[in-house]
């Protein structure tokens, strides 16, 4: 019998707690819980769970603080921050350090529970991956499957799980250009929602931050104006 996929509820208000559990549940899902962001960090660093749901507002130690120490410590976990407030700087702060997706409460249970399929999903893909070894992407940069690294001229990239993702979908198809939507659909597991291509523009700018000589003027992955991204780097 196949184990549960465990997720890990990261949450201080136990109505939301109880929710999400028995939703998770329902679906099939294993359900961990935690009270306050240290606790949830403990938890995450010895369950090592399949998805973590992690609410920004928590006693101890915020959500942001949590999302961050476990990325320092190397965990690839997939994160999905929930934040109560719709500042574009609070989204915009859980990508940067890390988190591979957010909702705003209040969210509909059906949009979270795809969320929460769409990144289980994306990693169990990823994992059963077939490697075939080094691949030259252009510009200096080396893509390794088999250890999920990436080498720019020969030096290693400390890149999000998300950004290695995106990069690898748009190098193995260079040239071609990928609407947000495309990216959201191909790379994120789920369609356009709302203004979920922001996510996207924030992880093309961190990936360029990263990978390219120069940033400002970028020379692997370039924007077609009004129409999306495509990677040069051939």
Not at 41 to 59: R, S, Y
Not at 130 to 151: F, H, K, N
Not at 176 to 189: A, F, I, P, T
């Amino acid at each position: 019998m196949e184990q549960k996929k465990r997720v890990l509820i990261v949450e201080d208000e136990k109505s939301i707690v109880d929710i999400l559990r028995f939703n998770l549940e329902k679906e099939g899902y294993a359900a961990l819980t935690a009270y306050d962001g240290e606790a949830g960090l403990d938890q995450a660093l010895k369950e090592n769970p399949d998805l973590i749901l992690l609410d920004v507002m928590l006693p101890k130690m915020n959500g942001f603080d949590v999302c961050r120490i476990l990325r320092e410590k190397g965990s690839s976990v997939p994160v999905i921050i929930l934040t109560a407030r719709e500042e574009e700087t609070d989204k915009v702060l859980g990508l940067e350090i890390g988190a591979d997706d957010y909702i705003t409460k209040p969210f509909s249970m059906r949009e979270l529970m795809a969320r929460v399929k769409a990144n289980i999903r994306r990693t169990a893909m990823q994992q059963s991956a077939g490697t075939e070894g080094a691949v030259q992407a252009g510009g200096g940069l080396t893509i390794d499957p088999d250890s999920y690294q990436v080498y720019k001229r020969d030096k290693p990239i400390d890149l999000t799980q998300r950004e290695y993702e995106l990069l690898t979908f748009l190098a193995g198809h260079p040239g071609k250009v990928y609407s947000r939507g495309d990216l959201m659909e191909q790379v994120w597991n789920y369609g356009y929602v709302g203004d979920d291509v922001r996510t996207v523009d924030v992880t093309v700018r961190r990936l360029r931050e990263k990978i390219e000589d120069d940033p400002a003027s970028p020379a692997l992955i370039l924007t077609r104006r009004g129409v999306g991204y495509y990677f040069a780097g051939q």
